[in-house]
């Protein structure tokens, strides 16, 4: 009977997107059933270059944690392009609806903040570690008592890593269970803040949430151990989630292994962090399904060598987080450059918007 259940809603899709215009999204969600499509209901402006996409999402959409991410695609110059973006709505929100919070800053983002209620975009599954633990039902205080300082909670962002810990905090406020909160948040003015008015008035109706604003372009200054002594005194105690550009990153993630607390940091990267490989040598790089083949040095990875050379591999994150761009290793030696691990197995997997070419190497593209 599942089976058939499942045939049925199958055919109910497909039932749905054959009354409409079809759209490239359209005949994606057919080939990849895991892959679905949402509508665009509603666009709204966050803060200069900053816009929220209201997306209500097809049958079959699994929901999604507060925190994760999601791999959103659609039809650019002709092609089907996708990118990750956290998704910045809470899972509470019974309309059936979720957000991403967009960035205008390349190709995609640009692409998205051009569309208009009505559009059409794919959504891959919700993924992601960057996620609270579970919260136990019950007062704060109970909470303290069973975890401890589990519950006394840094978030430290910048710019637009401020939506996955939106999600949290929207999360929170939605069960009536906000944690003790120090939030740090870096933006260049209180303009550039995003979801500046929510946060601002999170914090008056929830006295547990403190929120720290730091307007760089004012002399507010960057992220430091010295500084966190002075926003949040007790900040060793606290679990941390970090989320913003690489050098913020960078630095809390020093000030917490200098404490010995490295365990109690979580941080979500916009981009991979690359591991500094010294004389790293590259080589000569074919890709057989194309019948190209170019040089490459030791640290360019290769998603980028292979556009170089007038490729259009799929990919979406550019991070080494959703496979989507993965090709089949047919000989030779790659480097992962997050690790500096080499990997030359001919069939291995290699993510090559994270890999670069360790000597000669030919890839299945």
């Known amino acids: ?54 997306l209500r ?14 791999r959103v695609g659609l039809a650019v110059d002709g092609r089907l392009v996708a990118r990750t973006y956290s998704i910045s709505s809470a899972p509470e929100r019974r309309d059936g609806r979720i957000e991403i919070t967009v960035k205008a800053q390349g190709r995609v983002s640009n692409a998205l903040h051009a569309l208009e209620p009505g559009a059409f975009v794919t ?26 300082m589990a519950w006394r909670v840094l978030f430290v962002t910048a710019g637009s890593g401020v939506t996955p810990v939106a999600s949290m905090l929207r999360s929170c406020a939605a069960r009536g269970e ?26 008056v109706d929830h006295p547990s949430y403190r929120l720290v604003e730091i307007h760089t372009a004012t002399g507010g200054g960057h992220v430091s151990t010295a500084g966190l002594d002075a926003l949040a005194a007790d900040w060793r105690e606290r679990e941390a ?4 550009p690489q050098a913020l990153l960078d630095t809390i993630a020093a000030a917490y292994a200098g404490a010995g607390r490295a365990d109690q940091l979580h941080v979500e990267r ?18 057989a399904t194309s019948a190209v083949a170019t040089d490459a040095d030791g640290t360019t990875p290769l998603l980028h060598i292979a ?5 259009a591999p799929p990919h979406g994150c550019r991070m080494g987080i959703c496979h989507t761009c993965d090709a089949s290793l047919v000989s030779g030696c790659v480097r992962d450059l997050r690790t500096g691990t080499t990997i030359d197995e001919p069939g291995a997997r290699i993510q090559i918007c994270v890999c670069a070419a360790a000597g000669d190497v030919e890839l299945s593209l």
């Open 270 to 287: 916009f981009r991979a962090a690359l591991a500094v490989i010294p004389n790293a040598c590259g080589g000569r790089v074919a890709f």
């Open 241 to 244: 989630w970090a989320c913003g």
């Open 123 to 148: 959504l891959g599954a919700a993924g992601g570690e960057f996620t609270l633990p579970e919260v136990p039902r019950g007062p704060l205080a109970a909470h303290d008592v069973a975890v401890g």
């Open 1 to 54: 009977m599942a089976k058939v259940a499942s045939i049925w809603s199958r055919l109910g899709e497909v039932a749905g997107l054959v009354a409409t215009p079809l759209l490239p999204s359209h005949y994606l969600a057919l080939i990849r059933p895991h892959v679905r499509q949402a509508r665009v209901e509603a666009i709204r402006d966050e803060a200069p270059a900053v816009k929220t996409l209201v």
């Open 178 to 203: 906000m944690p003790d909160v120090v939030h740090v948040h870096y933006a260049r003015t209180p303009a550039d803040v995003i979801f500046g008015e929510e946060l601002r008035s999170l914090a």
């Open 307 to 311: 556009e170089a050379a007038g490729l």
């Open 57 to 70: 999402p097809a049958r079959g959409w699994q929901g999604h944690e507060a925190g994760q991410h999601v």
